[in-house]
């Protein structure tokens, strides 16, 4: 029976009397199976930095497998820029509690924290943990030294949580693979290069500010409050989720090999946004916002498109999925081929518009003021009568071209199906 076992132990460089720190380290390598990995600040009296591996496992042991765990931490060159971590958990093991922890741990008595250092975790089921739950007590005037932050965050795991908490300052980088793990980010994250790939797990960020962003997340569902992307971005979306609160930045999305299957995207906000999501596919979107420094182009087959209030320049393409907009920007196209299109234009001048749909109705509200020509056309070029075509102020027959308001730019929508056109505020 194993029950109960502690094994401890403090790496300081091959010797008590040698402080180990961390801050010429440039690669900590953490290689585990189920075991958690912790890289936090650690409150003693000392200017003191270390590995401590903890193992409090209990089960039985099989008499005829492998049942020793196994620990090892190394320099790996002479000059100590790089050391590496191995816990290696045995097999034939009946276990009745899994619990071994590695704690990467740095003084609050030291300023630095992991500024030059790149930390690699290869883990299966154990959990990673950055950062500290709960607030360290610091000396007047060192407050700063409970922080952490760190060079890069290299982190591949199979299905174990990756969390990072509120006293993590900045990671330059960080790179994410999971297949099934959560991921949750709690404080706002600085940083210069983010990579996220997620099969299927719970992705949830605060606020991220970003040079260069990959979201490759399949079936995953992802959540943050605020992304600001100062270069670009891409996401990679199967059946997963995306929702954000607000965003800024170049956002692109899938390529044309790996189009999006039935996924939802949901963004409050867009500000200074350039999205593009030319292959979403049964994607539904909706924005709730998008302000007039923004573009967003989307190119889908069954997906439905909704945009809450528009004042960016807008390309919808759809095979069948529906269109719904309001905007008070002049510069708008949507063509669809079965899909419906609901769209409010609230305009009061504008250069023309043009609105198809080859088999889906299309309802259009303008601000009563504007002055236009319409025209309506079947799908052979032929101008249409009145018949299915509804035009609110006018219970008669009318002739098309139709001019209100005396005429002007032209509105020129093509469908076979009905076409309704109502006033903001009736004539």
């Not at 000392?46 to 193992?55: F, K, L, Q």
């Not at 999006?260 to 946004?273: F, H, P, Q, R």
Request: one cysteine or more; proline letters at 1%; hydrophobic letters at 35%.
């Amino acid at each position: 029976v194993y029950k109960n076992t502690d094994y401890l132990t403090n790496v300081t460089g091959g010797s008590e009397d040698e402080i180990f720190d961390f801050r010429g380290v440039e690669d900590i390598y953490v290689d585990c199976n189920f075991a958690d990995v912790k890289v936090q600040r650690v409150n003693t009296k000392y200017e003191y930095s270390g590995v401590t591996i903890e193992n409090v496992c209990s089960g039985f042991a099989r008499a005829d497998q492998e049942t020793d765990f196994s620990y090892e931490v190394v320099y790996n060159d002479e000059e100590k820029k790089s050391l590496t971590i191995t816990v290696k958990e045995p097999e034939g093991f009946l276990y009745f509690n899994k619990n071994i922890n590695i704690t990467i741990a740095m003084s609050i008595n030291v300023k630095e924290s992991f500024e030059n250092t790149t930390i690699h975790v290869n883990s299966t089921k154990g959990d990673v943990l950055v950062g500290n739950t709960t607030k360290l007590l610091t000396p007047v005037g060192d407050e700063d030294n409970a922080n952490l932050s760190i060079n890069k965050l290299d982190i591949k795991t199979t299905n174990g949580k990756i969390t990072v908490f509120q006293n993590v300052l900045s990671i330059n980088n960080l790179f994410a693979k999971t297949t099934s793990g959560n991921i949750d980010v709690r404080k706002e994250l600085n940083v210069e290069n983010l990579d996220i790939h997620s099969n299927k797990g719970a992705i949830e960020f605060n606020k991220i500010n970003v040079k260069n962003a990959v979201f490759d997340l399949n079936n995953s569902d992802f959540s943050a409050n605020e992304i600001n992307i100062k270069n670009n971005a891409s996401l990679s979306l199967n059946n997963g989720y995306f929702d954000v609160n607000t965003l800024s930045g170049r956002l692109n999305s899938n390529d044309m090999i790996s189009s999006m299957g039935s996924a939802e995207i949901n963004i409050k906000k867009v500000n200074g946004g350039i999205l593009s999501f030319p292959n979403a596919n049964k994607t539904d979107i909706k924005i709730d916002e998008i302000d007039g420094a923004s573009q967003l182009y989307v190119r889908a087959r069954s997906g439905s498109v909704n945009l809450g209030k528009n004042s960016g320049e807008v390309w919808i393409e759809t095979t069948s999925g529906g269109v719904n907009v309001n905007t008070d920007n002049k510069f708008i196209s949507i063509v669809t081929g079965s899909g419906n299109i609901n769209l409010t234009y609230t305009c009061k001048s504008f250069d023309g518009l043009e609105l198809y749909s080859s088999s889906g109705e299309i309802d259009l509200t303008l601000d009563n003021e504007l002055s236009f020509t319409l025209k309506v056309f079947n799908l052979s070029g032929e101008m249409r009568t009145s018949s299915n075509v509804y035009v609110e102020g006018f219970d008669r027959e009318f002739n098309l071209p139709l001019d209100i308001n005396e005429g002007g730019n032209i509105i020129q929508i093509t469908s076979n199906k009905k076409v309704s056109l109502d006033f903001i505020n009736q004539l």
